[in-house]
């Protein structure tokens, strides 16, 4: 069994989801992990299929055909899947008036610990009363079993409120 990572992007638009998944769905291969999105006036797209290698040659020349069609790009790369060890997954949320940074300062606190961020999603909304842009952050992060839980909150509690962030940093399973 091969699999391959695709992403796309492209102009929004309705099908694009119907053709992507058909194209899979006609190499016999199958869509194991997804996550699409609008972001801005484009629709994002990141996938892992798996199946005969063969096939994979096969979709990656009609994901060529469909993106010089539709106008989307792509990338597509192969892969193999990822070596489990030993983490406990914890959600980190983090809300603050939006200004530039805030995202690398999230993501240098934990990658200085050597904590993986499995996921990571932001977005930026108007606060109801103000309209003020308020900017959030959720993730999942990959935290190593001999790092001490207790003692990771206490430091990014002291991290959060020292970049003037509301942040949390939460066992899921709690």
Do not use: K, W
Not at 47 to 61: C, D, R, Y
Not at 119 to 134: D, M, Y
């Amino acid at each position: 069994m091969a699999r391959a990572v695709i992403a796309t992007i492209g102009q929004d638009r309705p099908g694009l989801v119907d053709e992507l998944s058909e194209i899979v769905l006609g190499e016999n291969l199958n869509i194991d992990d997804s996550r699409m999105t609008v972001l801005g006036g484009e629709f994002a797209v990141l996938m892992s299929v798996n199946g005969p290698a063969e096939a994979l040659n096969a979709l990656e020349t009609r994901l060529d055909a469909l993106g010089t069609r539709s106008g989307f790009a792509y990338l597509f790369r192969r892969t193999t899947e990822r070596a489990a060890t030993p983490v406990r997954r914890l959600a980190v949320r983090v809300e603050a008036m939006d200004h530039p940074g805030i995202v690398h300062r999230v993501a240098r606190f934990f990658s200085g610990r050597g904590i993986n961020i499995r996921e990571l999603e932001t977005e930026t909304e108007p606060a109801a009363h103000t309209g003020t842009p308020v900017f959030s952050l959720r993730m999942a992060v990959e935290v190593p079993e001999s790092e001490d839980p207790a003692r990771l909150t206490a430091a990014f509690t002291e991290f959060c409120e020292a970049q003037a962030l509301d942040g949390e940093l939460t066992d899921p399973a709690d």
